[in-house]
């Protein structure tokens, strides 16, 4: 039987099939998270970047006068707090500690874990036993909780809730990396880079991690928005920097108390929070979806 | 091809179709049925039971450590002492029917008859003896520190005693309200975890740690009966959760209200929010311990440092009129206080003065323990504001409950120049919290126990010669001398006398909130 083809396109499939297929969806629905996910993030990262030259008041700045005005008031977009602070410029100055932190603890987590989990993964042996049984016992532990003993042991300072919340993370990457690791020391490229005689540690930095630190990156990316969570849920607590620095933790546990009277000193703050979280999510989700079938017609 | 008949099923037949449809239908009613508790009031507790959210935890039934205000309330319900302080803040008689001053150095005490615990043994001049030492024995004791010295028990009789001391204690009425019998037998020089007492309620459910109790009426206690029939003590340290719960029904009373917090309860129907001038000072207290030449050992320094401070807007604003700018050096509200003068708001004179005595670079790092007054967060911040206004750069240190703030405090710890503190008054009269508070002694602060480091010998003398004066007008007069140089030494940046504050469920009816912070819970009772 014979199938009737037009004469523009030599196959039966139509544009109308493709536009429906899986693929097609699929893409699309990767470049709407991507565009999401950038629109959300940008609307959070943007305004706190800039913070300091836009026309706002001071974050610390005080009028008791005009305490706890609601939001669109005069000068006050979102309101003021409890002491007549601006509450915009206190959450876009607080998302800039809150954003330091975490920006700082994922790259330092990165970093670690990439390291890690690449040796792990390429060596093999003891260094992978030793890897392995760390990471394995850190993701035993309930996370919370250790960065609150930490915190407690060493004292609530932006370096050290930094550090803290680096060493939570890394174990995630270096799970990751390694398992990239171990798919890739298999090629054939790396057998033909031994061969011409280049060391373990040459071949592993020069070419493996080179292959491996785009999808890697991608997990650090996701982990920005946890570590932006662990600084919030850590402030909350009490265990964030002191004051009268602004984290956006801090905020809402200082606004809980007015919940029923003045519900934007928790409900804004917590919005910015969400925001940010759920774009960089779509926005990694979106990344991750877009290399995939690049990743696959690589192999 | 004859179709396939479809077949129809008889009416009231039950298909597959149908089981699925039901159960789907039943399981999202389980679902969703505990959703609609939401809108209601939760865990509301019985008709007979009246429900108490504290906001700090209690950790025991005894007050040998335990002693803040909102907790001598329940105490008081288990364990009793020979007096207590009444509404007026005069020592009334509780276990003894006689407590009379004989000699200067020597009060006469007889036990009321017929006074019991709760398995109906008597209460003995042995178990008063007892309590004595225990408390003297207990290292670290906010209650120590009231007294300057402690009495010792000599029977006379059965029922009657003297209470002797080597200096005259004219307060001793009024310290011995604070001292809790227990039967000699079960006392230890520590919190006592369980044991009887001879209150009109007795425990039947303790969690200490969780600071949970439920206590139920004491049937052979000797006094009048209680009306509410069993008492359910809670610990919620979050000040909304409190709020949250007291509106919904779960907590039929709240104490040591924050201002905001009664702000958002006055005007709620079924809620009635009840204040009382309070006998709490809360300061923020100069560092003592800080070397000769250093700024803040001169007083001339910490007087143009008050000027920084806009007390009308932290009262005011922050403090929303639930305090009173301290005038004194004590609450006005304490029996043999007297007014001693005033804090001034003059940020330019400060700067002025700041730059004359050389102290214009100061820095200044401030601490407190969280919850340690009502609000403390934002007057902290704003004090940090105002300070910044006039040139002194401050930074904040704020210590979690449970934290290592006393070491601070001792000077066992980091330095720091002014403390958030709040102090009280259990007996209702100034002079127990003028010595407490400025009554330290070279010998004191060995140990670290001076107030902050507060030891001016001249002032200690003139305190002791108050406290050991028998003769009221006198007392008063040298206490009133006594206040006026404590305020010229400048002890504190700024300090104000926070109200008591209470939120109640309108079936709790006769409760009456005292300016101790504290209420009788036998008069209590509920309605509906």
Known sequence: MTTAVSAGRPSAVTARDLARATATRQRRGARLKLWAGAICTALVVLPVTLAGVLPLPGANTQDLSRRRLPPLSEGHLFGTDQLGRDLLSRVLHGGQVSLAVGVLAVLVSGLIGIAAGAAAGFFGGWIDAVVSRFLEAQLALPLLMMLLLVVALFGPSVTVITCVIALAQWPEVARLTRSLVLVEREKAYVAAARVLGLRSWSVLARHVIPNVVRPASLVVLLLLAQAVLLESALSFLGAGPQRPFATWGRIISDGQDYITTSWWLVTLPGLVIALLVVGVNLLGDGLRDRTRPRSGKGA | ?528
């Open chain 2, 1 to 528: 091809m004859t179709p396939t008949p479809h077949r129809v099923p008889p009416p009231g037949h039950l298909t597959r179709r149908t089981v699925l449809r039901w159960s789907a239908l039943g399981g999202a009613g389980v679902a969703l049925g505990p959703l609609s508790a939401c809108a209601g009031p939760t865990g509301a507790p019985g008709p007979g039971t009246l429900t108490l959210g504290l906001n700090r935890s209690l950790v025991s039934l005894d007050n040998k450590l335990n002693q803040f205000e909102a907790a001598v309330t329940v105490q008081r319900a288990v364990r009793q002492a020979l007096t207590r302080i009444g509404p007026d803040l005069e020592p009334q008689l509780v276990l003894a029917d006689r407590f009379e001053m004989t000699e200067p150095t020597a009060w006469t005490v007889r036990l009321r008859e017929g006074v019991c615990y709760s398995d109906g043994s008597p209460v003995t001049v042995e178990d008063v003896a007892t309590a004595l030492r225990m408390y003297g024995k207990v290292p670290g004791s906010f209650l120590l520190g009231l007294f300057p010295e402690l009495p010792t028990v000599e029977a006379t009789g059965e029922r009657t005693f003297l209470l002797r001391t080597e200096r005259p204690l004219p307060v001793l009425d009024r310290l011995m309200a604070n001292i809790h019998i227990t039967p000699a037998k079960a006392n230890r020089p520590e919190e006592l975890r369980s044991g009887l007492g001879s209150g009109p309620y007795r425990v039947v459910r303790a969690n200490s740690g969780a600071g949970e109790y439920t206590l139920a009426r004491n049937t052979r206690y000797w006094g009048r009966q209680p009306s509410v029939e069993k008492v359910q003590v809670r610990f919620v340290p979050e000040e909304s959760s409190r709020v949250v719960a007291l509106r919904s029904g779960e907590l039929d009373v709240v104490d040591t209200l924050t201002p905001d917090s009664a702000e958002q309860l006055i005007g709620l129907p079924g809620v009635t929010v009840q204040e009382n001038v309070g006998v709490r000072m809360c300061q923020l207290f100069y560092n003592f311990r800080k070397p000769k030449g250093h700024p803040l050992a001169d007083p001339r320094v910490r007087q143009a440092l008050t000027y920084a401070i806009d007390g009308t807007a932290l009262v005011d604003d922050v403090l929303t009129g639930t305090a009173e700018e301290a005038r004194g050096v004590v609450p006005l509200a304490l029996q043999g206080a007297v007014q001693t003068g005033t804090y001034a708001f003059d940020p330019g004179r400060a700067r002025q003065l700041l730059r004359s005595l050389g102290a214009d670079d100061l820095r200044l790092k401030v601490i407190w323990e969280s919850g340690e007054f009502a609000g403390d967060t934002s007057v902290m911040e704003a004090l940090l504001d105002m300070l910044q206004d006039v040139g002194v750069r401050a930074s904040l240190q704020q210590f979690q409950p449970g934290g290592d703030i006393l070491k601070w405090r001792q000077g066992r710890a980091g330095n720091w120049d002014v403390i958030g503190n709040g102090y009280s008054s259990p007996t209702g009269q100034a002079l127990t919290m003028l010595q407490g508070m400025y009554g330290g002694t070279a010998e004191k602060e060995r140990t670290g126990d001076a107030f902050m480091g507060y030891v001016i010998p001249r002032i200690e003398r003139q305190l002791s010669a108050a406290a050991t004066e028998v003769d009221d007008a006198e007392r008063d007069r040298r206490l009133a001398e006594v206040q006026h140089a404590v305020w010229d030494t400048w002890p504190s940046l700024w300090a104000f006398a926070p109200k008591t504050l209470l939120a109640r469920r309108d079936r709790v009816q006769g409760l009456a909130l005292q300016a101790i912070n504290s209420y009788d819970l036998t008069a209590i009772r509920l309605e509906g």
